[in-house]
Each structure stands twice: as C-alpha cells, then as structure tokens.
C-alpha cells in the first residue's frame, strides 16, 4: 500500500532541509544516483527489503557503497530512511522530492511521446498543445512507443493532447461498433 502522505512528508522534509543547506539540486542528483542504482542491482534491493537484516548491517553496506558518491547529507538521510524502516518507499520518496523539487525551481515537465525518436526542434513545435498552460522553465522528456503508431500524445501534470493514431482508430472502432440502423421501415 502506497503511503503518500507518508511519502510527501519525507520529501519534503528532505527538499526544505536541501534549500536551506543550499543543495537541492546537489540532494537531487544524489537521490537520482541512490535510486538508479537501486533499479539496476537486485540484490541490493532484496537486502535492504529483508527483515531479518540488521539495520547496522544495511547501513554498513549502504555506507560502503555510496559514501564516496553522495553528499554527507543524503547519505544522513538514507540512514534515516534505514533507521525507520522506510527503505521500501526510497524510489517514492525520491519521485515526490523530483516533483517539489522541480515544483521550486519553476520547472515545468512536459513529455511527448512519439512512435519514433523526433528531434529538439519537432519537441519544441510540439509544445504548441500547453504553451498557454506552462509558466516557467520547460523540460521536456521525450518517450518513444511505438504502440501509438503514429502523431503525437504530449502530457504535462494532469492535461493531456493526444493526437496519436492509436487514439484515433479506437475512436473510430466505437463509432462504427454502435449498431446505427433500426429495423422497421
């Protein structure tokens, strides 16, 4: 069960502590590295998830692997996360962060997703569809998937423009699965 409450809290305790030490983008990065290596290593994942590890062991493991790559500070927070038995929601916590962090640097995320690969300046045509809707900076993350078959399907928070073929056809397939003709004259 996802907790977000929970979630958003540690992130955002972690994101107020990071501006007022001056190292947001610094705990952001750090948080990307932990997580990505998370993803990429198994068995790290299952050693931190079991319960019948003791938490000075995971912390030495932690310790040995990231003490040289994150800052002092996050690895202080991961500790934290370890000590509470938090460490089952890391990659939710560091999502959350990216959010608020992104959230405080006036960074708007807009992802576009093509069925093929599209270049910097296609991207930046595309953004016509939430132009009016963005305020500040814009980052946009480029999807491929090839399911769409082709257009476009651009998402930035909750607003969604999908011109996509794939939307198109199912739109169609209702339209002519609805049985129009009546019987009778």
Same mark, same amino acid.
């Given at each position: 069960?996802?907790?977000? =409450? /929970?979630?958003? $809290?540690? #992130?955002? #305790?972690?994101?107020?502590?990071?501006?007022?030490? &001056?190292?947001?983008?610094?705990?952001? #990065?750090?948080?990307?590295? /932990?997580?990505? @290596?998370?993803?990429?290593? $198994?068995? =790290? $994942?299952?050693? =931190?998830? +079991?319960?019948f %590890?003791?938490?000075?062991? *995971?912390?030495?493991?932690? *310790?040995?692997?990231?003490?040289?790559? /994150?800052?002092?500070?996050? /690895?202080k927070f991961?500790?934290?996360?370890?000590?509470?038995?938090? @460490?089952?929601?890391?990659?939710?916590?560091?999502?959350?962060?990216?959010?608020?962090?992104?959230?405080?640097?006036?960074?708007?995320?807009?992802?576009? @997703?093509? #069925?093929?690969?599209?270049?910097? &300046?296609?991207?930046?045509?595309?953004? !016509?569809?939430?132009?009016?809707? %963005?305020?500040? @900076?814009?980052?946009?993350?480029?999807?491929?998937?090839?399911? %769409?078959?082709?257009?476009?399907?651009?998402? !930035?928070?909750?607003? +969604?423009y999908?011109?996509?073929?794939?939307?198109?056809? $199912?739109?169609? +397939?209702? %339209?002519?699965?609805d049985?129009? !003709?009546?019987?009778? !004259?």
């Amino acid at each position: 069960m996802r907790n977000t =409450l /929970l979630i958003r $809290r540690y #992130a955002k #305790a972690f994101l107020e502590f990071a501006i007022k030490n &001056d190292m947001a983008e610094q705990g952001l #990065a750090d948080l990307e590295l /932990l997580t990505g @290596t998370l993803k990429q290593n $198994r068995q =790290l $994942r299952n050693i =931190l998830s +079991q319960p019948f %590890i003791s938490k000075d062991k *995971k912390e030495s493991i932690i *310790k040995r692997i990231f003490e040289d790559k /994150l800052s002092a500070n996050t /690895l202080k927070f991961i500790m934290l996360m370890l000590d509470k038995n938090r @460490t089952n929601i890391i990659p939710l916590v560091v999502e959350a962060y990216r959010d608020m962090y992104y959230e405080y640097k006036n960074i708007a995320m807009v992802t576009i @997703t093509t #069925a093929v690969k599209i270049d910097e &300046d296609t991207q930046n045509r595309l953004l !016509y569809c939430v132009k009016d809707k %963005i305020n500040g @900076t814009v980052q946009i993350v480029n999807k491929v998937d090839q399911e %769409i078959i082709g257009g476009f399907v651009v998402n !930035y928070l909750d607003y +969604q423009y999908d011109e996509s073929i794939r939307t198109k056809l $199912r739109n169609l +397939q209702s %339209i002519f699965s609805d049985n129009l !003709y009546v019987k009778g !004259y």
